[in-house]
């Protein structure tokens, strides 16, 4: 599977002005993925290590645009809830490797 992600990262990282998509994120972030070392693994079972979707997702959650459309939500929303999923968001995202 050689899907491009980018078109969904991206349309991810912008919808994070609803409070639906941070719980989305929130949920992905913080219960669907194995963090080690502060690295972000894909549990086994949703795609392969080795395939480029999958990397492509790593590296959007640890090259620094998922903590950018973070950073940007945060300036965008007043929702109490939410900005409680953003900071809990932000920390995985910026835990030191």
Same mark, same amino acid.
């Given at each position: 599977?050689?899907?491009?992600?980018?078109?969904?990262? /991206?349309?991810?990282?912008?919808?994070?002005?609803? *409070?639906?998509?941070? &719980?989305?994120?929130? *949920?992905?972030?913080? *219960?669907?993925?194995?963090?080690?070392?502060?690295?972000?693994?894909?549990?086994?079972?949703?795609? /392969?290590?080795?395939?480029?979707?999958?990397?492509?997702?790593?590296?959007?959650?640890?090259?620094?645009?998922?903590?950018?459309?973070?950073?940007?939500?945060?300036?965008?929303?007043?929702?109490?809830?939410?900005? *409680?999923?953003?900071?809990?968001? /932000?920390?995985?995202? &910026?835990?030191?490797?």
């Amino acid at each position: 599977m050689n899907t491009d992600m980018t078109p969904w990262l /991206d349309e991810w990282g912008g919808a994070l002005t609803s *409070e639906p998509a941070v &719980r989305q994120l929130h *949920e992905f972030v913080t *219960e669907k993925l194995i963090w080690r070392r502060g690295r972000p693994l894909i549990p086994p079972g949703y795609w /392969d290590p080795s395939s480029h979707p999958y990397r492509q997702v790593i590296d959007w959650l640890t090259g620094g645009q998922a903590a950018a459309a973070v950073s940007a939500a945060f300036a965008r929303t007043g929702d109490e809830a939410a900005l *409680e999923l953003l900071m809990e968001i /932000d920390s995985r995202l &910026r835990a030191p490797s």
